[in-house]
């Protein structure tokens, strides 16, 4: 049986020191025993769960960095939209591929071990279904298996340009399918990971504004035939015009719509949720549901503040993603929801904590929980029946001298500590060691062909 002793992991209830854990040939965490002597076990030092990454469109990493040049009149989330449409539009599926691998060893090694891919790349470049309608959501699992990534896989659906059924624009081609294609595209890509250990599939009707009411209750109402705890994900209030147009609408803003009309619980995950009013934040929180916020990508597109504090203090619950993938690391994005209120409220520790908490563990914590909800896969956590999904820090490393326990996290989330995670293991295998991922120079080459071919 596969065992690992760790000197000190945190665990569900805190900081353990001589910790054997052992786990099964699928990845399941069998046993997690403190205060034992290694014996014959491999030795590692400080270990950690893996974070998991509840956002992410994996395209969009072989743009970042193309989009920082001023426009003739003033850059938002819509022009820079209008630049990802053009990026988009020549991808085939080979490039596809090789993005997201890059990509996910990347995340690997920051320590994402798992992420949920909200995969919107249906159709080809003219906007035709490949004869396999699967074909592009087949080569981000397969990106996934290279890297050795968990994944949630997360086909999108997308029918409308506005909200009311406004018709699709040119740009949005590659994105559309009928309710029906994409159920049954869900039921082939159920049906090709049932009973995996690594991949789970799911559902994102991607926002109110491009899946009228009638196609998302029928997507989830087929959802609900095949698997009825899979989780389903929707973009929700990222942009004010978007609440602008959603009230024109409906008279609602979009989470109080989605609040009043879905009920979402435990297995939905509404992403940004920027402009929530306090009301929202309360109903949000309340919910069960996961906020996915992903701070680099929201300062990067000039979304707006998550009203983070209010939030919490409602005992929400929030996970964090990449989304456009300008930052990958788990740490910078936790770091960045913290300080974005620094900077706005001109105070520190602004996350709700008891005196003397560790603003860096609370904030690595109720990621791991709410991440592990919003990919509804057993991770996040160091205890039997979850996967063996962790991060060994190296506690010699000048990042980390002199650190233990909490303070661990906390140089991991503010101080730079990333540059110590040593080893990376998911699913009970290590897929990283030393820093090194044994693909990364074959997937690193494949993506920088890609990227020639795209230029
Ligand atoms: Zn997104």
Sequence with gaps: ???????????PDGWAEHVRIDWDA??????????????SAERADA????????????????????????????????????????????LDPDQVEAIAAQLYVE????????????????????????????????????????AGIRLTLLPVLYQSSNFGGAAPTQGQRRFLMTTDAFN????????????????????????????????????????DRLDSTAPIHIHAAEQTKEVEDCVAWSGRRPVEWLLDELKPDRRWALIHCTHMTPDETRRLAASGAVAGLCPTTEADLGDGFFPLIGYLAA???????????????????????????RLNRRKRNLVPAEAGQSIGAKL????????????????????????????????NHPALAGRANDFLLDALVFAGGTAAIRHVMVGGR??????????????????????????
């Design 364 to 395: 690595w914590r109720a990621a791991l929980a709410g991440g592990a909800q919003a990919l509804a896969q057993p991770i996040g956590a160091i205890a039997p029946g979850s996967r063996a999904d962790f991060l060994a820090l190296d506690r």
């Design 184 to 223: 049954a595209l869900v039921q082939t890509l159920v049906a090709a990971h049932r009973g995996s250990h690594t991949i789970r599939v799911g559902i994102a009707p991607h926002s109110l504004r491009a899946v009228p009411p009638a196609a998302l209750a029928e997507a989830k109402a087929a959802l």
């Design 1 to 11: 049986m596969p065992t690992l002793f760790a000197e000190t992991a945190l665990l």
């Design 47 to 90: 270990i950690l769960p893996g974070m998991a990454n509840l956002h992410c469109h994996a395209f969009q990493r072989a743009m970042a960095g193309l989009t920082e040049r001023a426009g003739p009149e003033g850059d938002d989330f819509w022009s820079w939209r209008e630049v990802m449409y053009r990026f988009l539009a020549a």
């Design 315 to 341: 005992n929400g619950r929030f996970g964090i993603g990449s989304d456009s993938n300008v930052g990958i690391a788990p740490a910078e994005e936790l770091r960045w929801l913290e300080y974005g209120h």
């Design 430 to 455: 290590w897929v990283v060691r030393d820093g090194r991922h044994p693909g990364e120079e074959r997937i690193a080459e494949n993506y920088r062909a890609a990227i020639r071919r795209l230029a």
């Design 26 to 39: 699928a990845g399941t965490i069998l046993s997690v025993k403190p205060g034992l002597a290694p014996g």
């Design 107 to 146: 995340m690997l090694k920051s320590g994402t071990t798992a992420v949920a891919e909200f995969h919107y790349l249906h159709n080809d470049p003219a906007g035709r279904p490949y004869a396999d309608r699967a074909e592009l959501a087949t080569r981000i699992a397969a990106a996934a298996g290279a």
